[in-house]
């Protein structure tokens, strides 16, 4: 499984952003699918994610009620739609992919298998 990450850039805080990552090697709807992201100096952070076969997301608290993550499974991609960006989303992002079905606990934790490369978000003032 190969994932391939986009959409990152510049922006100011405030505006909104939509990451995409396409799979290649595996169809999304049979993956657990995340997105990660380390900012500077931080440890990498679970962002959103969904398991396979699962219609429900899990959300970091930073990222709740501001973000939306979506499986589009004819075009094999997953995105993050990002809303209200702050300083604090600057950051790589990272999808990442699992064959496992993991306890809907383990999500935000379990080791994933595979990743995309990174795409930059910057947010300025």
């Known amino acids: 499984v190969q994932l391939q990450a986009s959409g990152g850039g510049l922006v100011q805080a405030g505006d909104s952003l939509r990451l995409s990552c396409t799979a290649s090697?595996?169809?999304?709807?049979?993956?657990?699918v995340a997105w990660f992201r380390q900012a500077p100096g931080k440890d990498r952070e679970f962002v959103a994610g969904?398991?396979?076969?699962?219609?429900?997301?899990a959300y970091a608290d930073s990222v709740k009620g501001r973000s939306t993550f979506s499986k589009d499974n004819a075009r094999n991609t997953v995105s993050l739609q990002m809303n209200i960006l702050t300083l604090e989303d600057t950051a790589v992002y990272y999808c990442?992919?699992?064959?496992?079905?993991?306890?809907?606990?383990?999500?935000?934790?379990?080791?994933?298998?595979?990743w995309g490369q990174g795409t930059l978000v910057t947010v300025s003032s």
């Open positions: 990442a992919a699992s064959e496992r079905n993991p306890a809907w606990s383990w999500l935000r934790t379990m080791p994933y298998d595979y």
């Open positions: 090697g595996r169809t999304v709807s049979t993956l657990t």
């Open positions: 969904a398991r396979w076969g699962d219609r429900k997301t």
